[in-house]
């Protein structure tokens, strides 16, 4: 338990407005060694965002929660002020600063509640010259903070009772408490953590400080003494009537016990009733028009006016999605753009169709021939484009042939359920919600880019399913599971109409969350989780806030490299850098430093030809290995400190000395510009790093957690695998299990955890790592409303036991089985949870 010391009291201060009372106890912190002094300017934040005059002439000043960091230990602090200073309407005398990295203080605070009902002891407290006063009454041994004598009971029949409303005994449930107890002659006590309160009292009651889950002794003494007894050990462990589960951001459709399904990959949550649509494979498109239907010149003509319509798609396109998700997605078109002009490509269609080729045949053939020599280049970066190569093809193609593609899906009147071999990102990118209900393809995963898109967009998606999926009728009603990754080919009426009013719930619980998306998000029993997004450039950064973010947990500098001749100039950086700070306004971000290597590449850092690119040099080692490629980027990332909150992260480290190397420069690089550290942390990607996180953590100031790395690299399976897609999750015990070991020891050291791979973004994964004690959840933007919302509606004790259980299953299926459905998994202590 904290114990507040005497060195701590500052007596006899002085201020005449409270920011000049805040730099003053925010100095008092400072100079205790519980902060860094920046924290003064977060704490006068705070108080311009909501007032912390607590009552009675006490004020509560505390930092934002998003700088933490700058906290070095728990502590408190009191500004004693015999004059008062004004606080809003309100004149405050004691000016209590807490810095808090966890839950220690709240002892503290329970009993500064307490002393909110001791008018007398106040007044003394507000007017001492000995400040071991202060200290004894927070510390809770001064007579008057203590159990009053007369409250003791003799021959008290007693029993225990487990607080059950979420956030334990706060007003509501004490007033309840309170009430009862005075319909009764006999005396009645309250008894937690060695105090004892008149239950009469519902003031005493909220001193207590309870939390949910808390067991708290009754005692009664008197002629209905045990009547008593029975009554309050009922209110007191009786959640309150709001307190049912509410209905989440997932849905809640069950299929009948008969019902058949077809099983895939879950890609895209959500669920859809709607009726089966195919579209027509390239290959089918290809072989109804391989005769040239007119001259050479004319199929040239044709061609040539197909390639530019396809760019002008491509540019919109561009446009579209860039204001719908993030810039890395919208990369995709910029890239695919490219493509298109390449001139190989153009060339090789021209000449065959001079030598008497279908515009169609000759352009498939150039782009089969150079996807077969990306494919068989036996590097895994370039057979990566293959997709992208034979995207382009594709699109141009159904432009060239007027044939059913996905752009002419919006003819159909109602939605569909669009139902494919494969999609590729562009087709993905240009569906409609409006018209598309959701979709099954037999290829792709749950990581690819067109699971990105289909959950930006919105669109339940399975992919990976049963090739049987290609022989259902046209037009069949069918319903998408989105979340449990089935599609359900004959559902029967009364599927149907379940089916489609869970699908009503869902939509009108996803418009809840979106309204209430700038909430903090705070479980059911109080805890709060911070929920900030992954960027890649100032069109994510411009849309944290709108998007209800609270910062930036990843920025993925890497996408400023991309897709270019050559790396961009310490200057280009930091004006990118400056203006994403500036459009978060304050908020904090992490940037990331460059991560290339594994399956991102720019053609201008070479990396010597690798087997295996993942296992190679990549993240962090590359920059070590290069400096003159980390040094201006870290140049760049602290002349834009200045501008706000940022914190600097090396990706893909192994060891403390990458991590040592990393640090150095970073500090032979912030003298030379001349700025205050900011904090610098560490990935933790890779099975080495997370064995060692006790290491990493006496000197990291932060970790995040890359759940999408870490995951491949403990199952040994390629992220980008689509037939490893299904096993590849992060959901598996294993890495559950590192992730327990890296929180464990950076809790240890007093560092925070956050975590940015996929997992955050997924509702499970995002209530499973709160449960395993994860700081900060980092996600796409589209995922942050959704997942807040969801993690509102459960408690954090709960989650807690549920994580406990999660690390003792022997399979990713057992975790599975235990998300979607605790209370089957034997835990009397899950029986209140929805699904989680
Ligand atoms: C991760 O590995 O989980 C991560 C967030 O980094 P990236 O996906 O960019 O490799
Ligand atoms: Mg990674």
Known sequence: ????????????????????????????????????????????????????????????????????????????????????????????????????????????????????????????????????????????????????????????????????PAHGLHARPSTAIATLSRGFQAKIRLGYKGRLVDAKSMASLLSLGAPHGASVEILA??????????????????????????NTVRHDWQPEAQSFSLAGVATSPGLAVARIRHIAAPVDVLTESVIAQGSSQQEAARFATALETSKSQLQELHRQVSTRTDAATAQIFLAHQELMEEAELRERTETLIRSGAAATAAWMQAVEELAASLGTSGNALTAGRVADVRDIGNRLLA??????????LGESLEPVLLVTRD???????????????????????????VAVLARSLGIPAVTGADEAILSLPEGALVILDADAGRLHPNPSPSEVESALAAHQRLLKNLDQAWQERFEPTLTRDGHRIETVANITGLEGAEKVAESGGEGVGLLRSEFLFLGRDQAPSEEEQYEAYRAMLRALGGLPMVLRTLDIGGDKN????????EENPFLGVRGIRLC??????????????????????????????????????ARALAEEVRQEVGVPPVPLGVMIEVPAAALLADVLAREADFFSIGTNDLTQYVLAMDRGNAQLAREAQGMHPAVLRMIALTVEAAHRHGKWVGVCGGLAGELSGAALLTGLGVDELSMALPDIARV???????????????????????DAEAVQALLSDPEKSNSNALARSPAL
């Open 602 to 609: 720019a053609p201008y850092i070479k990396v010597p030809h």
């Open 788 to 810: 807040k919302s969801h993690l509102r509606g459960l408690c954090h004790e709960d989650l807690k036991s549920l994580a406990r259980r999660a690390l003792e299953c022997e």
């Open 221 to 246: 003494q008197g002629p209905d003494a045990q009547a008593a007894l029975d009554a309050l050990r009922t209110l007191v462990e009786t959640p309150e009537a709001d307190e049912a589960p509410k």
């Open 423 to 449: 999609l590729t990102p562009s087709q993905t990118a240009a569906l409609d919600p409006q018209r598309v209900a959701g979709f099954c393809t037999v290829e792709g995963g749950a990581t690819s880019h």
């Open 399 to 408: 432009n060239l042939s007027g044939s059913m593609t996905v752009a002419t």
């Open 624 to 661: 070590l290995r290069q400096p003159e490629l980390l040094r201006p980027q870290l140049r760049a990332a602290y002349r834009a400190s200045v501008e706000g909150p940022v914190r600097i992260m090396f990706p893909m480290v192994t060891s403390i000395g990458e991590f040592r190397a």
């Open 1 to 164: 338990m904290l114990e507040f010391k005497v060195n701590c009291v500052q007596l006899a201060a002085r201020a005449s407005t409270k920011q000049e009372a805040i730099a003053q106890v925010a100095e008092l912190l400072a100079r205790n060694g519980f902060v860094e002094p920046a924290y003064a300017a977060s704490m006068q934040a705070r108080e311009a965002q909501a007032d912390t005059y607590l009552g009675h002439g006490i004020s509560i000043p505390h930092g934002l929660p998003g700088d933490r960091h700058q906290i070095q230990a728990t502590g408190l602090a009191v500004l004693q002020l015999p004059e008062g200073v004004p606080w809003g309407e309100e004149k405050s005398r004691l000016v209590v600063g807490i810095a808090a990295r966890g839950d220690e203080h709240l002892d503290i605070l329970a009993r500064l509640t307490g002393l909110l009902q001791q008018g007398a002891l106040l007044e003394r407290l507000a007017t001492t010259t000995d400040a071991n006063e202060i200290v004894a009454a927070l510390n809770g041994t001064s007579v008057g903070s203590t159990s009053d004598k007369a409250l003791i009971l003799d021959d008290a029949l007693r029993t225990v009772a487990v607080v059950a």
